[in-house]
């Protein structure tokens, strides 16, 4: 994973070099595209916004919210997205919003409820956040919003399952709307299959600080950049970098 991610970040170089080529040779060329990321500590912790912006010629702003509603937390429940989002978007033009949000609802379930019961929770929380998707995407026509399915976790079986099921339940939604082209569904296609590859990623479990779910491998903040950027490329349909 960590040599893989070497040379697709080199890759991104190159494809920075290109477009900063092309801007020299076009006086007319637009402003670097803008972007909010909306995230959990996941992304405050693992996405190097700095290493992200070069690579991609992108601006991108993080936005902390880790919940989707204040009731949604246990903790800072002032950083959410139902509040914070709107203001975000008053204070600046962005032609992009990435929301990763979602996931501290799932850690946050008491999870010895019965299924069928913890699985209507979770479908509800995803309502609620493509509910406000569907409103920004309203009030801001020019606006892209990306709602990203959860990352693997290792942490419990039955939360990855829930995670899952939320993935399923934002389709469902998406699809239900005529699959709108200003909503957005995608992934940051982390894979994490074989031993190495989770302990690279996830850091060893039982090691320091590794519990399943921040990516707290020697490889984990690169891999998160990395594919972040890989996204980014995606949205913004540029060229020239592997998939």
Same mark, same amino acid.
């Given at each position: 994973v960590d040599n893989q991610a070497d040379l697709i970040i080199d890759s991104l170089k190159v494809n920075r070099k290109i477009d900063d080529l092309m801007k020299t040779? @076009?006086? @007319? &060329?637009?402003?670097?595209?803008? /972007?909010l990321w909306v995230g959990t500590s996941l992304s405050n912790e693992h996405l190097n916004n700095s290493i992200l912006q070069e690579n991609t010629n992108t601006k991108v702003n993080k936005l902390k919210a880790f919940t989707i509603?204040?009731?949604?937390g246990r903790r800072n429940k002032s950083l959410n997205i139902e509040d914070l989002v709107p203001? &975000?978007? &008053? =204070?600046?033009k962005y032609d992009l919003i990435v929301i990763e949000s979602g996931v501290n609802e799932i850690s946050n379930m008491d999870i010895r409820k019965e299924g069928h019961v913890l699985r209507e929770e979770v479908r509800n929380k995803m309502e609620k956040l493509f509910l406000l998707a569907v409103k920004y995407s309203t009030d801001f026509p020019d606006l892209k919003v990306v709602l990203l399915n959860r990352l693997p976790r290792l942490d419990s079986t039955l939360r990855a399952d829930l995670g899952r099921e939320a993935d399923k339940a934002m389709a469902k939604l998406w699809e239900g709307c005529g699959g709108p082209d200003n909503i957005i569904l995608e992934s940051l296609n982390l894979?994490? =299959?074989?031993p190495r590859e989770k302990e690279e990623v996830f850091g060893r479990q039982g090691?320091?600080? &590794? %519990?399943? /779910? %921040?990516?707290?491998?020697?490889a984990g903040a690169k891999e998160f950049t990395y594919r972040a950027g890989c996204l980014l490329q995606r949205l913004l349909k540029r060229k020239g970098l592997p998939e």
């Open positions: 040779n @076009n006086p @007319n &060329a637009a402003e670097e595209p803008s /972007i509603s204040g009731g949604d203001k &975000a978007l &008053a =204070d600046k894979q994490v =299959d074989s090691g320091k600080g &590794a %519990h399943g /779910i %921040h990516l707290r491998g020697p």
